[in-house]
């Protein structure tokens, strides 16, 4: 069975950081990427940043000059840490063990966490 546990988040002031790992355990087969997605209410999913086991990455326009994702291919583990947080970066943070990335063209079967809240406020 397939796991995918995030942790970190939590409250965040203004201008803050934030760094979330995310362990997937239970893989039918050896991890292609991982990747970490947020949503807010009455908002899609929306990919934050998303890294190949080969290290190629891909983030939001959002977060890219703030942002920085890692991966650990042999603890199925990624990383994300971000920086200058501010109240838009509120949100549910998923991580997405083989995550689709249209920009790749890579379609994949989108193992999914349950979601950590961070909230940016003082």
């Known amino acids: 069975q397939v796991q995918v546990e995030e942790s970190g988040g939590g409250l965040v002031q203004p201008g803050g950081s934030l760094s979330l790992s995310c362990t997937a355990s239970g893989m039918p087969r050896s991890i292609n990427a991982m990747g970490w997605f947020r949503q807010t209410a009455g908002k899609e999913r929306e990919l934050v940043a998303a890294?190949?086991?080969?290290?190629?990455?891909v983030y939001a326009d959002s977060v890219k000059d703030r942002a920085t994702i890692s991966i650990d291919n042999a603890q199925s583990t990624v990383y994300l840490h971000m920086s200058n947080l501010g109240p838009e970066d509120t949100a549910v943070y998923y991580c997405?063990?083989?995550?689709?990335?249209?920009?790749?063209?890579?379609?994949?079967?989108?193992?999914w966490g349950k979601g950590t809240l961070v909230t940016v406020s003082s």
């Open positions: 890294i190949t086991s080969g290290d190629t990455a």
């Open positions: 997405n063990a083989d995550p689709t990335i249209p920009a790749w063209g890579y379609f994949g079967v989108d193992f």
